[in-house]
């Protein structure tokens, strides 16, 4: 089972029906066609055009999906009711041309803002053998730690060190 299939198969066991969810990085539009099967409302959005085209083509079936091509760290911009589940699939767009592989930092800045906006699920799949995935990934992980944020389940397949790793981290009132 690869990362993907881990948090699609976990996010079945949540009540998404009648919620608002997040893909704040939507590249090729999986996990956007997921939500949107399962959850009331989608906001999808990514950096890069390319994957804005990409996922509208993907989702074209559904009508319950608001676009947005922004940075991340902006979604306070967009939202200002509270979601119940924010995805983070980080790393690169696939077969692209778009430098837009997402950096510590504004993910960092992009994280704090889900928190504040989160009431329920916060799921982040880190791409620790990517150009700078590692720094990002304990960055970001002792921010988490630090706030006391830990995560509820964690997924990797134990074959490398660096390999893909999601977190998946339970959000509420007392988070914030
Ligand atoms: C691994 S892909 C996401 C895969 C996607 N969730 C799917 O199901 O196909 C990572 C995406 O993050 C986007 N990205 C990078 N930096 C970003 C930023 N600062 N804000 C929003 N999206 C960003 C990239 O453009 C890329 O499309």
């Given at each position: 089972m690869n990362n993907n299939t881990f948090i699609h198969k976990y996010l079945k066991?949540?009540?998404?029906?009648d919620k608002c969810v997040v893909d704040m990085t939507c590249g090729n539009g999986n996990d956007t066609f997921f939500l949107a099967k399962h959850a009331r409302n989608v906001y999808a959005i990514d950096i890069s055009k390319e994957a804005i085209i990409r996922t509208r083509e993907r989702c074209?079936?559904?009508?319950n999906i608001i676009y947005i091509n922004d940075d991340h760290q902006n979604i306070d911009k967009y939202i200002k009711d509270k979601i119940y589940l924010f995805i983070f699939n980080l790393g690169y767009l696939p077969d692209s041309s778009s430098q837009s592989l997402t950096k510590a930092s504004t993910t960092l800045s992009a994280i704090k803002k889900a928190i504040e906006l989160c009431n329920g699920y916060l799921v982040i799949s880190f791409?620790?053998?990517?150009?700078?995935g590692k720094d990002e990934y304990l960055r970001i992980s002792k921010y988490l730690i630090d706030n006391n944020i830990l995560p509820i389940e964690t997924y990797r397949q134990?074959?490398?060190?660096?390999e893909p790793l999601t977190a998946i981290y339970k959000l509420n009132q007392k988070n914030q």
């Open positions: 066991g949540l009540p998404l029906d074209k079936d559904f009508n791409y620790r053998g990517q150009e700078g134990y074959r490398h060190e660096n």
